[in-house]
């Protein structure tokens, strides 16, 4: 790991019934995966219809850490849960619409827009 990119840590924030939120500091890589999966573990309570995943402090989002986003996808999908994003860089914006993260996890400007959203859910 270059020095410009830190290991990632998460903290869970549960806001109600339905919906938890996800502050990821740091980078999502290839080592990532347990750490992203037992924050999801923590989010996932029963009655959650939402994850809000703060990427305000993403420092480094590569390849590897793109499956690991899609595998939560996958397990959230499972939950009938609805994923919602915010805080994402122009870059990794334009990385989400690439890959087409953006048709699946709804991407939102603030913290606020996506506790609006995770209420529909």
């Known amino acids: 790991m270059s020095q410009s990119q830190s290991a990632l840590t998460m903290d869970v924030r549960p806001v109600n019934d339905k919906t938890s939120v996800i502050d990821v500091h740091g980078s999502i890589t290839?080592?990532?995966?347990?750490?992203?999966?037992?924050?999801?573990?923590?989010?996932n309570r029963s009655g959650t219809r939402a994850i809000v995943l703060n990427f305000s402090d993403?420092?480094?989002?590569?390849?590897?850490?793109?499956?690991?986003?899609v595998t939560l996808l996958v397990r959230a999908n499972r939950q009938k849960q609805?994923?919602?994003a915010w805080g994402l860089s122009e870059h990794y914006r334009h990385i989400f619409e690439l890959t087409r993260l953006d048709d699946a996890i709804g991407i939102v400007g603030s913290e606020a827009d996506a506790l609006a959203l995770a209420d529909l859910a």
């Open 30 to 43: 290839a080592t990532s995966e347990s750490a992203l999966m037992d924050a999801y573990n923590q989010a």
């Open 82 to 84: 609805r994923l919602i």
């Open 58 to 69: 993403l420092e480094y989002l590569n390849s590897s850490g793109i499956g690991l986003l």
